[in-house]
């Protein structure tokens, strides 16, 4: 095809890749591997600023598709009204599922059993036992039901929950029952024992979980984050911490990173994972199929997977 891919690794890393393309490794250095305008298909580099992700954006006159790795998107759409018209923007759904929901179970039973306290307790020789909450019996409420919310609800199943209730922007009907539209979270936040956030941000749950919704939380329940920081109101959710009224547990934060001195660090009832939902040993091998079957659709003029917004 003579035409550039630009990839964030090598392209003799990444077995199946079609044949017909010039592969250009690109990974946010500050100079480009090629001339942007021959890029036919740009594969963003993985944990790296919005503004690096953007930057080559406006020189990419030829470009087709822009195919991000991560399952948000709001990192890159504010760079796409410089493309030209009829690009494809896609996201990485399913690359960070398992990984993601691994780590909201993490979170959950690391705050309910009481795991930072008793990591705390080692250091200062202290054997700190008793009574901790566990998941079992409890009311879960997932907000955000794509791909990842399923595959929370997947490895909540052997944990014995009362009920898990799941949101979303539209109301639907899956195999494991209703989603409900968002209109409907007061009622349900009052439920819940567990609300877990992965939904992802747009101008519609930026600043969801604000201090109505954080109110609307049942005493001693807990907000799990792995969606993005900026989906809850910061200042709201340490006002809500410091009454001890619930607790919370997140992998995303707003600002992010936390600078030092940021009140969030030493907050009470908050455990804090530092963005690594989607970073760990299952990212590469998903990732590397997911780019094997985007270029061979586009090699064969197939329609491409994922995608979300499509340029004007």
Sequence with gaps: MNADVWLPFAADTVPGLPEGFDYRVWDGE????????????????????AEVSVRPLSAMTSVGVVQTLTAGMDHI?????????????????GVHDASTAELALTLILSSLRGIPRFVAGQQQEEWRSGFYPALADKSVL?????????????????????????????ARTTERGAVHPLNELPALLAEADVVILCTPLTEQTKGLANAGFLAGMKDGALLVNVARGPVVDTKALLAELETGRISAAV??????????????????????????????????????RLLVSQLSRYVAGEPLDNVVHVTA
């Design 251 to 288: 992998d995303v934060t707003d600002p992010e990173p936390l600078p030092a001195g940021h009140p969030m660090w030493h907050a009470p009832n908050l455990l804090i994972s530092p963005h690594v939902g989607g970073s760990s040993s299952a990212f590469l091998p998903r990732a590397k």
């Design 142 to 170: 997932i907000v955000g039901y794509g791909s990842v919310g399923a595959a929370i609800e997947d490895r909540l199943a052997p944990f014995e929950c009362t009920r898990v209730a799941r949101v979303a922007r539209s």
């Design 30 to 49: 500050e100079d480009f591997p090629a001339d942007p305008a021959d890029c036919a298909f740009y594969v963003v580099p993985y944990m790296k600023s």
């Design 77 to 93: 759409l504010p760079g796409v009204d410089r493309l030209p018209a009829g690009v494809r923007v896609c996201n990485a759904r």
